[in-house]
């Protein structure tokens, strides 16, 4: 896989010119969208990466100590958003503490917003995805750039580096950093890490959609650039709480149901029993993974309750959809739950109760889904 070399030209060009850049990720990140938006929060901070955006810089060192927050190297100042919470298992990520989160930092982040001159998004191809930074980010006047592996992004960047067969947003900012610096930006160890962690994430930990030689040659280099590989795979994998682990066990024993015929698993989750086990963002990450280790199940679909936000009236039922070979689950989820997302793993949502979410799943996926 190549990227188009029109569209470096750009990119280079519009980060060149740019002096408050908001770098964009999605809603409820995961490791791609974390390890994406950081490794680039790094390349762009960072004036010891031979990078050639920086190297520009050098004469000009206007500072604008206004800002909210960030870092500033030469003039550039580089922020990351995300719209809501990340899981306390990416804490440790570098640069995870410079991270403004849109919906408890509305302010700060509005202003970083109003002020940015390029906006550079990550891991998601609708600015839906992005809540309600979405719309301040479309209406915005400033060029933007999209780096993704999703199908069929919508047309709202300036330049879209859009390759669904990539592993991960991550690999794409990889190749990107690789084609623009000199000798070799991607020998950075922070930035590295987060390369490498959204690699890992997006594969399952290389488990599934990274068959392809080139994907190692990658590996191979970051694990040069220093990437303890084995310690990043302990702290995102191996950081369960007490509570966290028996939510797992309970929803596996008590709340997974198994539609044979269909080869398909069930898992659903209200906000009273997550309760129970006191739920934190990323406790039930990967849950829905886990049927898939069950023979002859190929399809799993887990739904979790997230409370009415104030002022609504319904529950939002929060649907992830996973399947292993040639089973699409994106059409169902877009069909239906109002998403969408890869062949083998989508997601959407509905407003209303659990019962409600499982009485569609039940009248719908025997129209959705294959029998062998
Ligand atoms: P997850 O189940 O991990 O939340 O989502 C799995 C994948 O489905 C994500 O990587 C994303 O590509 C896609 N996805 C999740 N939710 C949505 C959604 O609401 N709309 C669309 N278009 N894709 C989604
Ligand atoms: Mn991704």
Same mark, same amino acid.
């Given at each position: 896989?190549?990227?188009?070399?029109?569209?470096?030209?750009?990119?280079?060009?519009?980060?060149?010119?740019?002096?408050?850049?908001?770098?964009?990720?999605?809603?409820?990140?995961?490791?791609?969208?974390?390890?994406?938006?950081?490794?680039?929060?790094?390349?762009?901070?960072?004036?010891?990466?031979?990078?050639?955006?920086? +190297? =520009?810089?050098?004469?000009? =060192?206007?500072?604008?100590? =206004?800002? /909210?927050?960030?870092?500033?190297?030469?003039?550039?100042?580089?922020?990351?958003?995300?719209?809501?919470?990340?899981?306390? !298992?990416?804490?440790?990520?570098?640069?995870?503490?410079?991270?403004?989160?849109?919906?408890?930092?509305?302010?700060?982040?509005?202003?970083?917003?109003?002020?940015?001159?390029?906006?550079?998004?990550?891991?998601?191809?609708?600015?839906?995805?992005?809540?309600?930074?979405?719309?301040?980010?479309?209406?915005?006047?400033?060029?933007?750039?999209?780096?993704?592996?999703?199908?069929?992004?919508?047309?709202?960047?300036?330049?879209?580096?859009?390759?669904?067969?990539?592993?991960?947003?991550?690999?794409?900012?990889?190749?990107?950093?690789?084609?623009?610096?000199?000798?070799?930006?991607?020998?950075?160890?922070?930035?590295?890490?987060?390369?490498?962690?959204?690699?890992?994430?997006?594969?399952?930990? !290389?488990?599934?959609?990274?068959?392809?030689?080139?994907?190692? +040659?990658?590996?191979?280099?970051?694990?040069?650039? &220093?990437?303890?590989? +084995?310690? /990043?795979?302990?702290?995102?994998?191996?950081?369960?709480?007490?509570?966290?682990?028996?939510?797992?066990?309970?929803?596996?024993?008590?709340?997974?149901?198994?539609?044979?015929?269909?080869?398909?698993?069930?898992?659903?989750?209200?906000? +009273?029993?997550?309760?129970?086990?006191?739920?934190? /963002? &990323?406790?039930?990450?990967?849950?829905?993974?886990?049927?898939?280790?069950?023979?002859?199940?190929?399809?799993?679909?887990?739904?979790?309750?997230?409370?009415?936000?104030? &002022?609504?009236?319904?529950?939002?039922?929060?649907?992830?959809?996973?399947?292993?070979?040639?089973?699409?689950?994106?059409?169902?989820?877009?069909?239906?739950?109002?998403?969408?997302?890869?062949?083998?793993?989508?997601?959407?949502?509905?407003?209303?109760?659990? =019962?409600?979410?499982?009485?569609? !799943?039940?009248?719908?996926?025997?129209?959705?889904?294959?029998?062998?």
């Amino acid at each position: 896989m190549q990227l188009d070399s029109s569209s470096v030209a750009r990119a280079a060009e519009l980060i060149r010119n740019a002096r408050h850049i908001v770098i964009l990720t999605h809603m409820a990140p995961d490791g791609d969208a974390m390890g994406s938006a950081l490794a680039l929060y790094h390349w762009l901070n960072d004036p010891t990466n031979d990078q050639m955006v920086n +190297d =520009q810089m050098v004469n000009d =060192q206007m500072v604008n100590d =206004q800002m /909210v927050n960030g870092l500033m190297v030469n003039d550039q100042m580089v922020n990351v958003i995300v719209p809501n919470a990340f899981p306390a !298992f990416f804490n440790w990520m570098p640069g995870a503490d410079k991270i403004m989160v849109y919906e408890t930092q509305t302010k700060a982040c509005d202003a970083l917003i109003e002020e940015a001159d390029l906006f550079v998004c990550t891991d998601f191809n609708d600015p839906k995805r992005i809540g309600p930074v979405g719309e301040k980010m479309v209406q915005h006047s400033c060029p933007k750039i999209l780096i993704d592996h999703h199908l069929d992004p919508m047309d709202f960047a300036d330049v879209t580096f859009s390759y669904p067969q990539a592993t991960s947003a991550s690999e794409i900012v990889y190749r990107l950093i690789a084609a623009l610096s000199t000798p070799h930006a991607t020998r950075n160890t922070q930035l590295a890490t987060c390369i490498y962690t959204g690699l890992m994430t997006d594969t399952g930990n !290389f488990s599934f959609n990274s068959t392809s030689a080139e994907l190692y +040659d990658i590996i191979a280099d970051l694990l040069r650039a &220093g990437v303890q590989k +084995d310690a /990043v795979y302990n702290a995102v994998f191996n950081q369960y709480s007490v509570d966290r682990m028996r939510l797992t066990g309970y929803a596996l024993y008590r709340r997974m149901r198994i539609y044979p015929e269909y080869h398909l698993a069930l898992i659903t989750l209200t906000a +009273d029993e997550l309760d129970q086990y006191h739920y934190q /963002v &990323g406790d039930t990450e990967g849950l829905v993974n886990m049927p898939l280790q069950i023979a002859d199940v190929y399809y799993s679909v887990f739904m979790r309750e997230e409370r009415p936000k104030p &002022g609504t009236p319904r529950s939002r039922i929060r649907v992830s959809f996973r399947s292993q070979g040639d089973r699409p689950v994106n059409i169902w989820a877009h069909e239906v739950f109002r998403g969408g997302g890869h062949m083998n793993a989508s997601g959407g949502e509905l407003f209303g109760s659990v =019962q409600q979410a499982v009485r569609l !799943f039940e009248q719908t996926f025997p129209k959705y889904l294959k029998k062998d």
